[in-house]
Structure formats: C-alpha cells, structure tokens
C-alpha cells in the first residue's frame, strides 16, 4: 500500500502559480500510476492529471491542457503538479492519488489510494 501526503497548496492571484508536491510512502512507488484530482467547494472531485509509472506517459484534463504540467521522481518517490496561468476556477482541493496499474485513470473510481489534499485559491 502507498501513504500519500500533499504539500504547496495556498493562496494566489489569477495568472499566477504553484506547484504542488505529494510524497508516497511505500517500497513500490514506481509501481503504481499517479494522478491530481481537484475539488471545488460542493462539487465532486474531477480528474486533473495523471502520468504512468515510468513518467514518460502524461494525460490532462482538457480544462488544464497547456497550463498543468504532471511530473514524478520515482528515486525520491514523488510526484509533483506545476500550475500556471492559475484561474479562480481552479480553486478547490487538490488531492494526490496512486493507482495499482499500468493504465492511466481518468476517475477516481480508478484510483487505490488518496492523500488528505491541500488547498489551492486562486482570487481575481
């Protein structure tokens, strides 16, 4: 199993950005998936990024294409999300999530293991 646990959320004016770390606690980290979901306030929680195990694989929401980019460092058993260009309606809670499996997942019926989030605001 993977203990996962973000870092880097807070508070910025649009167009600005943050870049969010999650740290897995685990022997197989490189064996699993991982992804960024985000949650809005009274919203369900929507698929943001994903990247497979190696990293060389990366899949985004369509509504973070161009401005999001996914990253891992398997020898450091982290995974990283750079946001930039931060619109306000990207503030939520964004969670770090593991997957045992090969094949990205766009749900988060698709993923084992979650983080406790971190929060992102983006004010106008």
């Known amino acids: 199993q993977v203990q996962l646990v973000e870092s880097g959320g807070g508070l910025v004016q649009a167009g600005g950005s943050l870049r969010l770390s999650c740290t897995a606690s685990?022997?197989?980290?490189?064996?699993?998936?991982m992804g960024w979901f985000r949650q809005a306030p009274g919203k369900e929680r929507d698929f943001v990024a994903a990247?497979?195990?190696?990293?060389?694989?990366?899949y985004y929401a369509d509504s973070v294409e161009g401005r999001f980019t996914i990253s891992r460092d398997n020898a450091k058993n982290m995974v990283y999300l750079q946001m930039n260009n931060l619109k306000p309606e990207d503030t939520g809670v964004f969670y770090c999530?593991?997957?045992?499996?090969?094949?990205?997942?766009?749900?988060?019926?698709?993923?084992?293991?979650w983080g406790q989030g971190t929060q992102v605001t983006v004010s106008s």
């Open positions: 999530a593991a997957r045992n499996s090969y094949v990205l997942g766009r749900t988060t019926h698709d993923y084992d293991y």
């Open positions: 990247i497979s195990r190696s990293g060389s694989t990366t």
């Open positions: 685990g022997h197989t980290f490189s064996n699993y998936v």
